[in-house]
């Protein structure tokens, strides 16, 4: 849920990740709050280069969609990232 994603978040933002790190949270019930904390780490330009990362079946509605979009276009995000919604 939202609480879980807050620790992966710090540990995103932390700069020490490994560059081609594979993030599975689908299954999680993250919804909008989850998705816009995931959202602030992936415009923080300190996510690895090559991430990928799994978000599917978490609930995630219109307003979890633009989090992440506005993410995606700060320009800021990993240039190598790869990013699961399907549910």
Request: glycine share 12%.
């Given at each position: 849920?939202?609480?879980?994603a807050a620790f992966?978040?710090?540990?995103l ?75």
């Open positions: 849920g939202t609480q879980g992966f978040v710090t540990a933002q932390s700069g020490q990740c490994p560059q081609d790190l594979q993030l599975d949270l689908g299954h999680n019930q993250l919804g909008d709050k989850g998705a816009q904390l995931l959202a602030t780490a992936l415009q923080s330009g300190y996510c690895p280069r090559s991430l990928q990362l799994d978000l599917g079946n978490n609930q995630l509605d219109a307003q979890s969609a633009k989090f992440i979009a506005t993410a995606l276009q700060s320009g800021k995000c990993p240039q190598g990232l790869r990013l699961n919604l399907n549910s």
